[in-house]
């Protein structure tokens, strides 16, 4: 009998379980059921290059639409999963009801909305899928007055894009700097001054209380009283799992819908994968949630083939990068804990590295057009916990591969 796999949701991580599933021989019928209208995307160059405009739709799709038809894949885009009856082995859709018996969750997460009053007038935008972009980028012309609400990686990018473009920019962050829950205070500060450098204005410590103007966004007001005057804001505050369907259908969920290691849920038929899922880090001791590509692809294949029965453990080190600028930072591993920062090379030239260190072991690195020192850490240092004397990991006239070495 055809064994019938649903995925539910249509982004990074489905595209990746439906070309594992495939290359594990998982012969059965594959349902992807996706609310937007497009098929799985990547994330990444909406912040980056689509929103500049250097990118069109073609470079963003994960695959081409042969590749679904390849894959046999049976595909109910614009359409939104409601429920999943666990009993009867069912997902509806609409008028439709689509029977299972593997899942895959892959519903990623939606962005945390700003709320004030005044948080919905027109000229006010999130960031999180195409539709957002195209609505957004016809008002980043030259000239034109953009408030970025949120310093994170999102918040910058876009800065770094409008600036660009031409628009005048001002990055109004909550809390003491920019990048404050991800970076040291070291790498902020560098971020900082290139975006001031480059025009952008950066009001920290800034609580966005209001957003006011006739009939569309004219102006931004702040705890403090300071109105900034802005033709158009984009808002990047953070995301939220979309795990309801999964806690509705009684599965465990906190932070995210909870996995193990092998990206099974509470429920061994279920899998769930990327942004809404929740698992346990052999790494890190600890339970983690990740928001980015890497998680998405790797508890991806970990979930494909879990489901087809060929269980393999997900234990890759994190990593993620940004474009801002000129500058290509690239992270590899969590810093959560960190007690010590090391930074290798010249943050004035724009190419450094700092190395979060905890008892002694590298933990993570950021590293800013340096993809030797990223490379390193990511595959040997990280993995094997090294315990590096700050000294040399600082010196510059030793390199990255006479550090791995002398940890072997
Ligand atoms: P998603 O890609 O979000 O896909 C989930 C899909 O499921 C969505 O289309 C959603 O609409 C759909 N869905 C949800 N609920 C239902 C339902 N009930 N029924 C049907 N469909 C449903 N990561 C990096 O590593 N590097 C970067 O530089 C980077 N930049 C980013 C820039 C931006 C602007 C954004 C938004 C994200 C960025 N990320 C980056 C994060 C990365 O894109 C995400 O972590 C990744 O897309 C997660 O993949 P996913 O498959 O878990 O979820």
Not at 45 to 64: C, F, M, N, Q, T
Not at 74 to 101: C, N
Not at 272 to 282: E, H, I, K, L, T
Request: hydrophobic share 45%; aromatic share 6%.
């Amino acid at each position: 009998m055809t064994e019938n796999l649903v995925i539910v949701g249509g982004g990074q991580a489905a595209a990746q379980a439906i070309a594992s599933l495939r290359a594990l021989g998982f012969p059965g019928r594959i349902v992807l059921i996706g609310e937007e209208p497009v098929p799985p995307y990547q994330r990444p160059p909406l912040s980056k290059k689509y929103l500049s405009g250097e990118w069109g739709l073609d470079r963003v799709l994960l695959k081409a639409d042969a590749f679904y038809a390849e894959m046999k894949v049976e595909t109910r885009l614009a359409s939104r999963a409601e429920a999943i009856d666990r009993q009867a082995g069912r997902v509806r859709a609409g008028s439709e009801s689509f029977p299972y018996d593997k899942l895959l969750i892959a519903t990623g997460s939606r962005v945390r909305r700003l709320a004030c009053p005044g948080a919905e007038l027109p000229g006010i935008h999130h960031l999180r899928t195409l539709s957002d972009v195209d609505a957004i980028r016809p008002a980043l012309t030259a000239g034109a007055r953009l408030a970025v609400i949120g310093g994170g990686y999102i918040g910058l990018e876009v800065a770094a894009v409008a600036k660009g473009l031409g628009c005048a920019v001002t990055v109004i962050e909550m809390g003491e700097r920019c990048l404050n829950r991800v970076v040291a205070p070291q790498v902020s500060a560098f971020f900082e001054t290139v975006h001031r450098q480059a025009g952008v204005e950066i009001a920290v410590n800034a609580r966005v209380t209001a957003c006011e103007g006739k009939g569309r966004l004219e102006r931004i007001v702040c705890a403090s009283g300071r109105a900034i005057e802005a033709d158009v804001a984009v808002v990047g505050i953070g995301i939220l799992p979309n795990q309801e369907i999964a806690q509705q259908a009684g599965l465990a969920v906190d932070n995210g819908i909870m996995v193990d290691e092998f990206a099974l849920t509470s429920d061994p038929a279920i899998a769930a994968a990327g942004d809404c899922a929740n698992f346990p880090s052999a790494l890190y001791g600890r339970r983690i949630r990740l928001e980015s590509v890497q998680n998405a692809i790797e508890q991806g294949k970990a979930a494909a083939a879990a489901l087809a029965g060929r269980p393999a453990r997900y234990h890759d080190v994190p990593w993620f990068w940004s474009d801002q600028y000129d500058l290509k930072l690239q992270i590899a591993g969590l810093n959560q804990g960190y007690d010590r920062v090391v930074v290798r090379g010249d943050m004035g030239a724009r190419k450094f590295a700092a190395f979060y260190l905890k008892a002694g072991r590298l933990i993570a690195v950021d590293a800013v057009n340096a993809p030797a020192e990223y490379m390193t850490c990511l595959k040997q240092l990280i993995p094997a916990g090294a315990e590096i004397a700050p000294e040399r990991l600082a010196d510059m006239s030793v390199s990255m591969k006479e550090i791995a070495a002398s940890t072997r």
